[in-house]
Nanobody, 114 residues
Framework: QVLLMESGGGLAQPGGSLRLSCVVSGFPSFSSKAMSWYRQAPGKERELVARIPSTGDNAWYVPAVRGRFIISRDNTKTTVHLQMNDLKPEDTAMYYC??????WGQGTQVTVSS
């Protein structure tokens, strides 16, 4: 079975940074598939935050995080990262890693507050 385990969440001040990691196992096609980060805030629908192609080039970001977040991947280690800079309270959510199609991690909580 496909397993995804997120880590790196926590409490950050506005303007601070966090680096999320997602370790993927049981997914032999990892290096040929796009990977994604989603987030879900209380009372809101889950939204796509960032998606990275298998090559690592031309990643897509939701407009709200463009210029602040960077998605990256290491195909050798079957890991995906989300570097989050200049964090804002609106970034507070549970963040999930996703492998196609519909394989989810347990999530890691990100809270941005003073």
């Amino acid at each position: 079975q496909v397993l995804l385990m997120e880590s790196g969440g926590g409490l950050a001040q506005p303007g601070g940074s966090l680096r999320l990691s997602c370790v993927v196992s049981g997914f032999p096609s990892f290096s040929s598939k796009a990977m994604s980060w989603y987030r879900q805030a209380p009372g809101k629908e889950r939204e796509l935050v960032a998606r990275i192609p298998s090559t690592g080039d031309n990643a897509w970001y939701v407009p709200a995080v463009r210029g602040r977040f960077i998605i990256s991947r290491d195909n050798t280690k079957t890991t995906v990262h989300l570097q989050m800079n200049d964090l804002k309270p609106e970034d507070t959510a549970m963040y999930y890693c996703e492998a196609p199609v519909g394989h989810w991690g347990q999530g890691t909580q990100v809270t941005v507050s003073s």
